[in-house]
């Protein structure tokens, strides 16, 4: 084989050739490749001890980067275009942001229990044949039933504990009626959707008993804030137009055991859920920069007929951790 050949011609395609066919292949493949050719072109133009101490230099050399790239080619993922990129660097952002705000609720290492609002209906009627009553028997449970909005906020919590990685075998969802009947319940991790009007746990939950500095007013018409007495809306006839929602994450740390988060979405109606729900979920970046782990309450207005989009905050701040004794 002459030294042409060796430096332009069928050596320098073959590399390329090597290097072309293993591409697809991980990564100490391409590598081993490239050590082998680059030592039979050695043996052309020396001897084989020359080349087997560079084959084995090349290998000693070459091997950390190849553990590095492998391991960083398994655990990426290829995005097949800058829109799919830039949605999973969000889904990523928001994975972070979720785990965050959620803590313990999102941890696989406890269980969650998810309260519903829901509401008995003492009689279904069928909407297409003038008002027919449906007429077969539902037990208890079988008969309450979730408003329209109230399901729609739902779907947006369960979309951000599915990024955070709750697993389902962990997360229990209950009525507040069920949920009521359990023993122990206030030892869980916690979700509540929904005032007390559908959700008798979320009157609690925002009572006396942990401390919360939001609540709502008894007739269920107005947000109250403890410490000062200020009110949403100031004047009822304010909530023909508009809605009120509240969030509210209380951390509740306890003398025995470990500490336990609720996290309580409610609004005055339904629509006021919804925005609180869909608040948490547009936002959940800007809320882990603005409190991280920290407890916090916001209170937000929404125009009843624009719906999510009209959302505006009424008041938001960080909240001070509750001591907890168990009775």
Known sequence: MDQEKLQGGEYGRGIAAVAKGLSAEPTYLLVFGLVLVVSLGLVAVSNWRVSAMAAVLGLLLASPAMILVERRRRTSIEAESPEQQRNLERLRDDEVAAREIFETIASNESDTWFVYSSMVADAFFHEYHEGRRLRYPLPQEDSRVTALPDA?????????????????????????????RGQDVWENDLILIGSHNANAATKVALGPKFNSPYCFNETVTAIEEKSSNQRWPQREEEFESHDYGLIVKLKIKRDLGPDKVYLILAGIGAIGTRSACYYLHAHIGELRERYATRPFG???????????SSTIVQQAKAITEFEYTRD
Not at 158 to 175: M, Q, S, Y
Not at 298 to 308: F, H, K, P, T
Request: proline share 0%; aromatic share 2%.
């Open 298 to 308: 916001i209170v937000l207005r929404v125009d009843r007929e624009i719906g999510n």
């Open 152 to 180: 729609e906020g739902i779907a947006k919590v369960h979309t951000l504990l599915t990024v955070a990685g709750k697993e389902d075998n962990r997360l229990h969802i209950r009525t507040a009626s069920r949920f009521l």
